[in-house]
T-cell receptor, first 112, second 113 residues
């Protein structure tokens, strides 16, 4: 069965530090990959997605993610984080039944 | 933001009582979903719908039922609420496929005492 793993459960960074959050999945037939963000007290919002084409995907607020098929990974990056990036980040991939499954989430705390 | 509303936004109830949560969309999207969010578990799919009167179970469907009589409304019912169903419930919608981008509602925080 498909599984999604987000290695980092809680990341604490200072403003201007670089960010990389890991996401690995097990089902090789995956084609649609997503990162969602949930700001404190809010609902999930789409950060970026990969469906096909250039494996380096750019999203909102300066975030990007790279799809590496051989590593079953879709890591999220941002060169310089801001305090306003404090949120929880979820990776999501489809399972074999065509339903999205979500990782456990990574809580990012950015210190001003 | 996609036109999705959830009601109620907060509810406190007692064990054993039935509870119904409502999701309403104005986007005319075909697919609708109910998830629960719990610390350390991310989001887990409870039930989903792929059209009016067409629903199916997700990974944590025990104790929940759903109905969709109109495109815009998707109801989640806890038949007899238990404390383990204390959670935040999110509705989501997608348009062309169940693996398409999903848009989420604001959530309902349910506490079962």
């Amino acid at each position: 069965a498909q599984s999604v793993s987000q290695h980092n459960h809680h990341v604490i960074l200072s403003e201007a530090a670089s960010l990389e959050l890991g996401c690995n999945y097990s089902y090789g037939g995956t084609v649609n990959l997503f990162w969602y963000v949930q700001y404190p007290g809010q609902h999930l919002q789409l950060l970026l997605k990969y469906f096909s084409g250039d494996p380096l995907v750019k999203g909102i607020k300066g975030f990007e993610a790279e799809f590496i098929k051989s590593k079953f990974s879709f890591n999220l990056r941002k060169p310089s984080v801001q305090w306003s990036d404090t949120a929880e980040y979820f990776c999501a991939v489809p399972n074999q039944g065509g339903k999205l499954i979500f990782g456990q989430g990574t809580e990012l705390s950015v210190k001003p | 933001d996609a036109g999705i509303t959830q009601s109620p936004r907060h509810k406190v109830t007692e064990t054993g009582t039935p509870v119904t949560l409502r999701c309403h969309q104005t986007e005319n999207h075909r697919y609708m979903y109910w998830y629960r969010q719990d610390p350390g578990h991310g989001l887990r799919l409870i039930h989903y719908s792929y059209g009016v009167k067409d629903t199916d179970k997700g990974e944590v469907s025990d104790g929940y039922s759903v109905s969709r009589s109109k495109t815009e409304d998707f109801l989640l019912t806890l038949e007899s609420a238990t404390s383990s169903q204390t959670s935040v419930y999110f509705c989501a919608i997608s348009d062309r496929a169940s693996t398409d981008t999903q848009y989420f509602g604001p959530g309902t925080r349910l506490t079962v005492l």
